[in-house]
T-cell receptor
Framework: SQQGEEDPQALSIQEGENATMNCSYK?????LQWYRQNSGRGLVHLIL?????REKHSGRLRVTLDTSKKSSSLLITASRAADTASYFC?????????FGQGTELSVKP | DAGITQSPRHKVTETGTPVTLRCHQT?????MYWYRQDPGHGLRLIHY???????DKGEVSDGYSVSRSKTEDFLLTLESATSSQTSVYFC???????????????FGPGTRLTVT
């Protein structure tokens, strides 16, 4: 069963715009993570937010977590063409990560 | 990139043949994972290992077996490959399930397997 569900499934924006992706999950978690996957490559860890945190920043990335709504969002500010990739949320529980299906982001120059 | 390699990177095989994929790490991480990635399904966990000779099933383990005889190697075996096992397979490693970086995983480059 899918724990995390991303929304939207696909997003197309212009360079310089902000991109927001959302993730909803079903059960309690230890933490929630976001990963990026460039075409044909493995996943790369972006940021981890623990269940007792509400917001976290890393460079142009901002992640929020609302455990009452079981949701998280990833904001990429001032997007660049190099940000074009698929983005996955993953929830951590019981020694495992459960991944959502991902959001495909396209940033046009 | 974390020191994770997968071999082979590409393989085409026929239905019914056995196939073994290898994941090798140089990070001495305790936890190792095998995932498959298919369109519309994201990444799904096949098997994972929490130490040498300690393994457990994931979400989609039917038709797959694993072995871990050394910390650095985690093998995934398809005993008799079927067309439904055509997929991209990723290995991942993780250092810890506790602490500030708990569950953070590092992924290998993937193996594209085609079963004809």
């Amino acid at each position: 069963s899918q724990q995390g569900e991303e929304d939207p499934q696909a997003l197309s924006i212009q360079e310089g715009e902000n991109a927001t992706m959302n993730c909803s999950y079903k059960t309690s978690i230890n933490n929630l993570q976001w990963y990026r996957q460039n075409s044909g490559r493995g996943l790369v860890h972006l940021i981890l937010i623990r269940s007792n945190e509400r917001e976290k920043h890393s460079g142009r990335l901002r992640v929020t977590l609302d455990t009452s709504k079981k949701s998280s969002s990833l904001l990429i500010t001032a997007s660049r063409a190099a940000d074009t990739a698929s983005y996955f949320c993953a929830t951590a529980l019981g020694g495992k990560l459960i991944f959502g299906q991902g959001t495909e982001l396209s940033v046009k120059p | 990139d974390a020191g994770i390699t997968q071999s082979p990177r590409h393989k085409v095989t026929e239905t019914g043949t056995p196939v073994t994929l290898r994941c090798h790490q140089t990070e001495n991480h305790r936890y190792m994972y095998w995932y498959r990635q298919d369109p519309g399904h994201g990444l799904r966990l096949i098997h994972y290992s929490y130490g040498v000779k300690d393994t457990d099933k994931g979400e989609v383990s039917d038709g797959y077996s694993v072995s871990r005889s050394k910390t650095e190697d985690f093998l995934l075996t398809l005993e008799s490959a079927t067309s439904s096992q055509t997929s991209v397979y990723f290995c991942a490693i993780s250092e810890s399930l506790t602490g500030p970086s708990s569950y953070e995983q590092y992924f290998g480059p993937g193996t594209r397997l085609t079963v004809t």
